[in-house]
């Protein structure tokens, strides 16, 4: 009797949840103009001062983000760098460095690393931007690129999802239900 009562009650318990990702703040720049200069075999895709929205950060001002990529034309995907800053009323309160870069349908994705700035706790380990090009660009935005020219954009900014703490047992019901168990084993073992 005693096996089947503790399997009961342990089975009852809550034993603790599974972790599920903690919702990470978002930047929008619905809108923003990105100019495209190359020069002695590298090539350079510069954003700066876009018009910011924040949905889950405490931002006092105005926000206005800054986003570059530097790559060799040959290899633009082996060997970029670049950076992601964001700035409210003039002050940088969220800065990272890029780390890769991957191409997509008139789209890039792209994650930074190293962050610093007041904001960098709310996004974990790192960024993630998706950019879109609004002109048709193909497979390879990289390559289809011409330099001289300013290419209409929009990019959504997350941070890379972080496990939520996977919560104790629930120590009280635990405690009372092992302390129920030792006095029914007592009253098990006196009976017979």
Not at 75 to 83: F, H, V
Request: with cysteine; net charge negative; charged share 15%.
């Amino acid at each position: 009797m005693f096996k089947f009562l503790s399997a009961a009650i342990l089975g009852l318990l809550p034993l603790g949840a599974s972790a599920a990702p903690v919702a990470s703040p978002v930047i929008d720049v619905p809108l923003a103009s990105g100019a495209f200069v190359a020069f002695d075999g590298r090539g350079d895709f510069l954003g700066f001062d876009a018009p910011a929205a924040s949905q889950g950060l405490a931002v006092t001002g105005e926000l206005e983000a800054d986003l570059s990529v530097n790559f060799d034309l040959a290899d633009p995907y082996g060997d970029a760098d670049g950076a992601f800053a964001l700035r409210d009323d003039g002050l940088t309160v969220l800065e990272g460095f890029l780390d890769t870069i991957t191409p997509g349908s008139d789209m890039l994705s792209l994650i930074f690393t190293g962050l610093s700035g007041d904001l960098a706790a709310a996004f974990g380990d790192g960024l993630t931007v998706d950019l879109f090009f609004f002109d048709s660009l193909g497979d390879d935005p990289l390559a289809a690129l011409t330099g001289g020219m300013n290419y209409d954009i929009a990019y959504v900014v997350e941070g890379i999802a972080q496990p939520a703490p996977i919560p104790l047992p629930a120590g009280g019901l635990l405690l009372m239900s092992g302390i129920g168990l030792l006095a029914l084993r007592r009253r098990c073992k006196a009976q017979a």
